[in-house]
Antibody
């Protein structure tokens, strides 16, 4: 059974870069059938798609975040990562990783990232 | 950019049928996916491709999609169905993912 687990810093200072990793078990990030994505949810608000990446290297980002986002895949570690630069308090959210077909399933448990000095 | 509109809240009594909608321009031409998010938990896929259920999801969950409205239907609602429900589509023209704003289902 595929499982995903997010990890990374839970506290980031304004203007710095948020970095998260999603470890995949029970499946391979090298699969050509799926892409790997990130979604976030600010406290008390709805879901916001951040982006997704295929193992081939093709990436697709939310236009509102595109200038600050990088998603990468590390096949050797069977994981994928998110980097979000120049963060502000508005980037405070629970960040989820997920496997994507045309839908997202399964999801990781999520990790709270707080942007604060 | 493509927009999905969901009502903020829906209420239903136990044992009744809950219907929540997801509106979008010609959404019937797209595949709609639905997620259930219980308080403090990660979202879970409950319906994909308009009306298909992942393994492990009760038959009580179903969906439809036509014209400008997709609908998630929950039959014989139980207290455990109380959650936020989100619809999602993939906008083929831009390769972008879109989520609706979510609907809070309250079981009275």
């Amino acid at each position: 059974q595929l499982q995903l687990q997010e990890s990374g810093s839970g506290l980031v200072k304004p203007s710095q870069t948020l970095s998260l990793t999603c470890a995949v078990s029970g499946g391979s990030v090298s699969s050509a059938d799926y892409s790997w994505g990130w979604i976030r949810q600010p406290p008390g608000k709805g879901l916001e798609w951040i982006g997704y990446m295929y193992h081939s290297g093709s990436t697709y980002y939310n236009p509102s975040l595109k200038s600050r986002v990088t998603i990468s895949v590390d096949s050797s570690q069977n994981q994928f990562s998110l980097r979000l630069s120049s963060v502000t308090a508005a980037d405070t959210a629970v960040y989820y990783c997920a496997r994507r077909s045309r839908w997202f399933d399964p999801w990781g448990q999520g990790t709270l990232v707080t942007v604060s000095s | 950019s493509y927009v999905l509109t969901q009502p903020p809240s829906v209420s239903v009594a136990p044992g009744q049928t809950a219907r929540t909608t997801c509106g979008g321009d010609n959404i019937g031409s797209k595949s709609v996916h639905w997620y259930q998010q219980k308080s403090g938990q990660a979202p879970v896929l409950v319906v994909y491709d308009d009306s298909d259920r992942p393994s492990g999801i009760p038959e009580r969950f179903s969906g439809s999609n036509s014209g400008n409205t997709a609908t998630l239907i929950i039959s014989r609602v139980e207290a455990g169905d109380e959650a936020d429900y989100y619809c999602q589509v993939w906008d083929r023209s831009s390769d972008h993912v879109v989520f609706g704003g979510g609907t809070k289902l309250t079981v009275l």
